[in-house]
């Protein structure tokens, strides 16, 4: 990995003199326990690690950029893992009328589910622990959608638009050869309220459907969350979800104490119903410009089943 991450470097740095190019990334690590798996050491506690570079350049009254993100993770060897850009990989041209992205990018679906979540959607978070929310999986499992190209418009009174399409994707996908998502986005102070509808399908089968509505405000001595969605799998006799999240975060000075709940009901037309509820709590204190600290925990209940629990600790470092 390191020889890799030189060699792009390199590359970046060559190219200086023609974009505005920037090199960065993050790591971060701890030491965490979960009642299914014990306790161990790993990456990716409060945010995941990542190595990235992006650039830009203005001309003839339009910005041309790239940026290509990967994750680093805990190899299946023991060692660390560079895994390649499939955070983020996208050429984008934008100019007054709006920006047009092609490439492996996020979808306005994820981008509206991150708005809801007070614990960041970390280790810890209560989201990715129940059912409809993790239909925030794009066409790559990770929410977001490779070969994709994508439209966003020009903030307009606090409003924006985006519109995403990856059709006919070949190669390994997460059950969505067929990938597409619109998003409506609304910024105004204090107040954030994003929608985005989704539709799933792969190689003419059933068509899954996703909405969700998403809103968090600042009040100054907290910033509230919260949020709705609902899925439809598409199958006959398949799951209908619903769920909800609420959450809160409360500064300390420069520390900051998250919490956040969630719910879910899936319905079937056969058989019984599941529900499921999680809960997680997330503290944060900066320990330098770059240095953030974490504690984290947080519980699933599904069904008759015993609740699976998550604590850990660790350092998230920018760079």
Do not use: C, H
């Not at 965490?32 to 790993?42: D, E, L, P, S, Y």
């Not at 023991?78 to 996208?90: L, S």
């Amino acid at each position: 990995m390191k020889k890799t991450l030189i060699a792009i470097a390199a590359l970046a740095a060559a190219g200086a003199s023609f974009a505005q190019t920037t090199v960065y990334g993050k790591v971060d690590a701890g030491l965490f326990n979960t009642t299914t798996g014990g306790t161990a050491v790993g990456f990716g506690g409060y945010e995941g690690s990542r190595f990235g570079v992006k650039a830009q350049e203005a001309a003839g009254g339009m910005t041309y950029s790239i940026q290509l993100e990967g994750s680093v993770s805990d190899g299946a060897d023991g060692q660390a893992t560079f895994v390649g850009f499939n955070r983020t990989a996208t050429l984008g041209v934008a100019g007054s009328m709006g920006a047009l992205t092609i490439g492996n990018q996020w979808t306005p679906f994820d981008n509206a589910v991150w708005t809801a979540d007070a614990t960041e959607y970390s280790k810890f978070t209560s989201l990715k622990a129940t059912t409809a929310w993790n239909y925030d999986v794009g066409n790559t499992g990770m929410g977001n959608a490779k070969s994709s190209v994508q439209y966003t418009t020009p903030v307009v009174n606090g409003f924006q638009g985006i519109v995403l399409s990856a059709p006919n994707v070949a190669g390994n996908t997460q059950g969505a050869t067929n990938y597409s998502g619109v998003g409506v986005n609304y910024g105004n102070g204090p107040l954030v309220v994003n929608f985005a509808t989704q539709a799933m399908s792969s190689n003419g089968g059933p068509t899954a459907n996703s909405n969700v509505l998403a809103v968090n405000y600042d009040f100054g001595a907290a910033k509230a969350y919260g949020g709705v969605i609902n899925t439809d799998s598409g199958t006959i006799g398949g799951g209908k979800d619903a769920s909800y999240t609420v959450g809160v975060a409360v500064p300390f000075g420069a520390d900051s104490l998250r919490v956040s709940y969630a719910g879910n009901k899936t319905s079937y037309t056969t058989g019984a119903d599941l529900t499921s509820n999680a809960w997680a709590a997330l503290y944060l204190k900066p320990l330098s410009k770059a240095a953030m600290g974490y504690a984290g925990m947080g519980s699933l209940s599904a069904g008759s089943a015993s609740a699976v629990n998550t604590t850990g600790v660790g350092i998230r470092y920018n760079f």
